[in-house]
């Protein structure tokens, strides 16, 4: 019975993930989510008592599958290839990376106009600080990093990573995947005391 409420919740959170980035939060509706899931209404009320938590929970649900699906293999792997996958996954480089960033970018606007998601924003951009500032520590404590500000490294990664994230999304012609990664990593390379060429991931 529990594993079968765990697999609804992920489902229903999975299709207000996709619903969301496709119409946007000021235009869906609780039924709306609830077809695509494949579910009743009255079952989906029943995990969440409205679209505020529904949209909360979706958030938090596309930040802990992208961190779980790249912490799988961190310990067999150099820390300056986990970084670089971790980079690469805060950029819109795929499709399902590209609907993460949907989600994002309609937080940002509630965020805006809503104290509570404000906090909610804030509290989500922690747990991407101390994601990225894992790696970095990682990489110190291997001896394959020189040590540095790991607190305002991982600050300036997420900015730049939110910056070129946007152009990226724009489709900004001045701005290329490859060229984004590469002066990512460059800002922050001489730090690290690593090569300046993006990883191989």
Known sequence: MAERTRETRERILSAACEVIAEVGFEKIRMRMVAEHAGVSTALLHYHFENREKLFTEAMTHSFAHT?????RDAGSVPASVILARILHSLLPTDP???QDWRLWQELWVRALRDDATQKF???LYDQLHTWVGTALRRGIDSGEFSPFDVDATATLLLVMCDGFG???MLGDPRVTLDSAQAAIWGAVAPALGVPGAFPEI
């Open 121 to 123: 924003a804030v509290d």
């Open 96 to 98: 399902v990376l590209r």
């Open 166 to 168: 946007i152009r990226l």
């Open 67 to 71: 961190s779980t699906e790249l912490e």
